[in-house]
């Protein structure tokens, strides 16, 4: 069975901390990594992609990819009440065409 | 443009009634999907469409009945549903299956209740 594993939280972080958001993968094929937010009632909205080992920054994000631990992690500098979210882990491999989701982590950051 | 569109936000059915969700992209995308989500859990994949022929269709009960009219266009039709099916239904597009790298874009989905 391949699973996307994430910590579901509560994540509690103060406004304007760094968030760090960890998921863990079960499957050695899984080759692109997606991080999705979704805020309460809304769908999943892309906020980063990574495919290759290493760190990939976009603005205040950053994902990191270790493909020989099977780990992905995001993570939210400077943090915002606005970022208050569920965070979706989702990963793919070229022999399949799904996406597997983890369950999400939910991120709380407080004034 | 990374938009894909779908109607009705929301809907309100009884368990005999036939309706339809519409979902649109206009991003060249050559890849459909529908997902169901309940509250609380990550989207599960329903259908799958690549080049509009159905390729994956999840063991999903057959009064959902997807359907394709053209590369742009993704239909749920729903019949005789169940209180149990209420939930958020989402469409997404990507540019091709199973490309590895292919990013899926989510529609707004529709916030389905069965009474």
């Known amino acids: 069975q391949k699973e996307v594993e994430q910590n579901s939280g509560p994540l509690s972080v103060p406004e304007g901390a760094i968030a760090s958001l960890n998921c863990t993968y079960s499957?050695?094929?899984?080759?692109?990594f997606f991080w999705y937010r979704q805020y309460s009632g809304k769908s999943p909205e892309l906020i980063m992609s990574i495919y290759s080992n290493g760190d990939k920054e976009d603005g205040r994000f950053t994902a990191q990819l270790n493909k020989a631990s099977q780990y992905v992690s995001l993570l939210i500098r400077d943090s915002q009440p606005s970022d208050s979210a569920t965070y979706l882990c989702a990963g793919a491999s070229y022999n399949t065409d799904k996406l597997i989701f983890g369950t999400g982590t939910r991120l709380q950051v407080f004034p | 443009d990374t938009e894909v569109t779908q109607t009705p936000k929301h809907l309100v059915m009884g368990m005999t009634n036939k309706k339809s969700l519409k979902c649109e992209q206009h991003m060249g995308h050559r890849a459909m999907y529908w997902y169901k989500q309940k509250a609380k859990k990550p989207p599960e994949l329903m259908f799958v469409y690549s080049y509009e022929k159905l390729s994956i269709n999840e063991s999903v009960p057959s009064r959902f009945s997807p359907e394709c009219p053209n590369s742009s266009l993704l239909n749920l039709h729903l019949h005789a549903l169940q209180p149990e099916d209420s939930a958020l239904y989402l469409c997404?597009?990507?540019?091709?299956?199973?490309?590895?790298?292919?990013?899926?874009?989510f529609g707004p989905g529709t916030r389905l209740t069965v009474l």
């Open positions: 499957d050695r094929g899984s080759q692109s």
């Open positions: 997404a597009s990507s540019h091709s299956r199973g490309a590895g790298h292919d990013t899926q874009y």
